[in-house]
C-alpha cells in the first residue's frame, strides 16, 4: 500500500494526523500551519500586540510556555512584529519539580536569546508552597498557588517594565476553565475566561496567543521540533480541581474531537444581564498591598494573613477587618506600583536582549 500523501502539499508523506482537524500532512505543513494558526490567532480583530511592546513570555520549561517562547521568536522575525521579548519565570518553591523545571528555563533562555527574570513566592510572599503545604494540607492548595503566581507576575513584568504578559494556556486549558466556572457557577469569570486579551486598570495587559491550539498539537509540535520542554507534573496537583473538569473534556475530546473548540465558542457567546452586571462589585485597590481587588483587602493579603496566623485550610476563609494594618508580627506584601519600572532600563538574568532567529528545519 502506497504511503499516504499530505493532505497540504500533496507531493510529501503524511506523518502526523492532526488532532485537530483529522487531516494527515508531513512535517513541515504541520509545523507552517500551527504557526500560521497562532499569528492568526494574534492578528485578528485589532491584535494582541502593538509594535514596539516589551513582553514577559511566562515560563515555566512546560511544554506550552517552551513552544509559546519558540513559536514567538519565530513569528516576531517572520512577521515583523516589532516585539522585545523577555522569559518571566515564577518560582513557587516547589523541591524536586519546579527547581528542576527552572533549569530547563534557563536553557530555553540560551537557546532563544531573551532575557530571563526568576522572581519567587519567598521573595514576595515569605512562603514557598512546600511550607504552605505542609500548613494547609494538599485539599485546596492549589488556590493559594493560583492567587499568589497572578500576582507574581504582575509584580514580575512590573519590575522588568514590560507592557503585556503572554502565557501558554491553551484550547484544552480554556475549555477546562468554562466547565469549572458553569459547575461552580461563577458568573463573573465565566464572562471574561474566554477572552484572549484582558486588562484592568491597574494589572498589565495579559494575552492567550494559543487560545485555539489544541494540548496535542502543542506535545507534538514540540516533539518533531526537538525543543528542550519539562513534562513533570506538579507533585499538589492531582487532586486539584481543574482536574475533575479536564477528566470530563479529555472524554469529550474522545468522542467529538471539535469539542474543545466547541466550548470554547460556547463560553465566547455567555452574555451577562444588565441587572447581573450592576449587581457586581466595582473593582479597587487593596488597602494593604495596592495591589487590584474587589474588596479591601486583596486575596492575596488575605490569604497571606490566614498563613500567618498558623491557619490550616480555614486560612481559605480568613475573614476582612477591613483594615489596612496587618497583626503584628505578620508578614506582609510590598506595596504594588504598576508603572514604576515602565520605561526604565531593568537588570535581567544572562544574555542580552536581542531575539535569535529560529529557522523551520
Known amino acids: 500500500m502506497p504511503p499516504t500523501p499530505c493532505s497540504l502539499c500533496h507531493t510529501a508523506r503524511a506523518l502526523v494526523k492532526r488532532p485537530k482537524t483529522g487531516q494527515q500532512v508531513c512535517k513541515d505543513c504541520f509545523f507552517e500551519v500551527f504557526e500560521t494558526e497562532v ?7 485589532k491584535g494582541i500586540f502593538e509594535r514596539g511592546e516589551k513582553v514577559a513570555i511566562g515560563a515555566s520549561g512546560g511544554k506550552d ?3 509559546l517562547a519558540h513559536v514567538l521568536s519565530v513569528l516576531n522575525k517572520r512577521y515583523d512584529y516589532g516585539l522585545d521579548l523577555f522569559l518571566l519565570s515564577i518560582d513557587e518553591g516547589i523541591t524536586g519539580y519546579r527547581d528542576d523545571s527552572l533549569e530547563t528555563v534557563k536553557q530555553n533562555q540560551v537557546e532563544y536569546g531573551l532575557p530571563l527574570k526568576i522572581l519567587s513566592y519567598n ?3 515569605g512562603w514557598t508552597m512546600d511550607k504552605i503545604v505542609e500548613q494547609v494540607g494538599r485539599r485546596n492548595n492549589c488556590t493559594f498557588c493560583g492567587v499568589f503566581r497572578r500576582q507574581a507576575l504582575d509584580r514580575g513584568a512590573a519590575q522588568l517594565g514590560v ?3 503572554v502565557t501558554g494556556h491553551n484550547a484544552d486549558d480554556i475549555a477546562e476553565t468554562v466547565l469549572m466556572n458553569i459547575m461552580r457557577g461563577d458568573i463573573a469569570r465565566l464572562g471574561r475566561c474566554t477572552a484572549v486579551t484582558t486588562q484592568s486598570e491597574d494589572t498589565i495587559k495579559r494575552s492567550k496567543p494559543f487560545k485555539y491550539a489544541y494540548e496535542k498539537e502543542i506535545v507534538m509540535y514540540a516533539y518533531f521540533k526537538k525543543l528542550t520542554y519539562f513534562s513533570t507534573e506538579c507533585i499538589y496537583s492531582p487532586d486539584a480541581y481543574r482536574g475533575h473538569a479536564r477528566v470530563f473534556l479529555k472524554d469529550l475530546e474522545a468522542i467529538r474531537p471539535s469539542a474543545i473548540v466547541d466550548i470554547i465558542h460556547s463560553g465566547e457567546s455567555f452574555q451577562l444581564e444588565q441587572s447581573v452586571q450592576k449587581g457586581m462589585k466595582a473593582m479597587q485597590t487593596c488597602l494593604r498591598c ?5 474588596n479591601d483587602l486583596c486575596k492575596a493579603c488575605a490569604l497571606l494573613e490566614g498563613l500567618e496566623a498558623g491557619l490550616d485550610r480555614s486560612a481559605l476563609r480568613q475573614t476582612q477587618d477591613n483594615s489596612s494594618a496587618a497583626p503584628t508580627g505578620h508578614r506582609t506584601i510590598a506595596m504594588f506600583d504598576r508603572y514604576k519600572n515602565v520605561g526604565q532600563s ?4 544572562g544574555i542580552e536582549k536581542a531575539v535569535q532567529a529560529i529557522e523551520i528545519r
Open 346 to 349: 531593568q537588570p535581567t538574568e
Open 39 to 45: 499569528h492568526n490567532t494574534i492578528v485578528e480583530g
Open 123 to 125: 521573595e514576595l510572599y
Open 290 to 294: 495596592g495591589y487590584i481587588s474587589s
Open 163 to 165: 507592557d503585556h504578559i
Open 65 to 67: 510556555s517552551t513552544v
